[in-house]
């Protein structure tokens, strides 16, 4: 697995019935008054952030391999967190990428999410675990990475406003999306610093993803080359409803969202 994903409360998880009809609904019905509609390339204003738990069905080469959850947390005023756990099972436990933990610290800076601290976990053994911690400093205009990281990648890396983690693009993409967009993010997580360019597709479409059927809009990575990232995502949903990692041209990791529910 050469990339990692780009990738509460206590409360009852259960599917979400009639997802496809409520997203259809708000994508496709008309304004009441066609002369005081926005005009077609017009900004949509922003989801606002909300506390989600999400599970998701974890694949790897095309096969059930696992589980996975993602999970927004308010923590404090403007500070916010977001999770993700995958964990391979089915014969997949040894897969370095089915065994892994993700989080963001960040907070709200002009209305871009800002990463203040990142940390990764790869279990890649019974007792061999392989961590890595970040820090974003906005004072001083520098990341650093430590723990489990190469020499190269230590060193500080500069960041500017609008650089996010690979979890914050995620987030970022549910926020941004509109039928026709390109959407631009920079990508700093352990120790790198990449352009990301998405492009949405011109009409949202029928995804069926783990039994639920969603009217949903594709999202996809353009400069990635080899490694092709693609989301799809839903009107209401908080997170993508599936994120599709592609290396070679060959389905690698596959997360199929199964439920969610939005937190207090």
């Given amino acids: 697995m050469r990339h990692a994903l780009l990738l509460i409360a206590a409360v009852a998880l259960a599917p979400v019935p009639g997802a496809s009809a409520r997203a259809q609904s708000a994508v496709q019905a008309p304004p009441a008054d066609e002369s005081a509609a926005a005009p077609a390339d017009a ?3 922003p989801r606002a952030l909300e506390p989600f738990l999400a599970t998701y069905e974890a694949w790897y080469d095309g096969r059930r391999a696992g589980t996975a959850t993602m999970q927004l947390v308010h923590d404090e005023a403007n500070r916010w967190r977001i999770d993700l756990g995958v964990r391979g099972d ?3 436990a040894g ?3 089915l065994n892994i933990d993700q989080s963001t610290v960040f907070d709200l800076a002009d209305g871009e999410y800002r990463p203040l601290a990142q940390s990764t976990t790869r279990k890649a053994a019974l007792f061999f675990n392989r961590r890595t911690t970040g820090t974003y400093d906005w004072h001083s205009g520098a990341a650093r990475w430590t723990g489990d990281v190469s020499k190269a990648r230590r060193a500080p890396v500069p960041i500017r406003p ?3 983690s690979g979890l914050l693009i995620n987030l970022a993409v549910v926020r ?3 039928p026709g967009r390109t959407l631009e993010y920079r990508f700093v997580d352990r120790g790198r610093a990449r352009d990301h360019v998405y492009r949405a597709a011109d009409a949202t479409g029928p995804v069926e993803v783990a039994g639920l059927s969603y009217e949903a809009l594709r999202v996809e990575r353009t400069n990635g080359g ?5 989301l799809w995502v839903a009107d209401g949903v908080p997170t993508p409803v599936r994120i599709l990692q592609r290396e070679d041209g060959e389905d690698a990791v596959d997360l199929r969202l199964v ?5 207090q």
Avoid: Q, S
Wanted: glycine share 12%; aromatic share 8%.
């Fill in 226 to 230: 080899n490694d092709e990232t693609i």
């Fill in 162 to 164: 609008g650089d996010m």
């Fill in 176 to 178: 941004d999306a509109a």
């Fill in 43 to 45: 900004t949509p204003a």
């Fill in 90 to 92: 089915r014969g997949f």
């Fill in 95 to 97: 897969i370095v990428g």
């Fill in 259 to 263: 439920e969610y529910r939005t937190l």
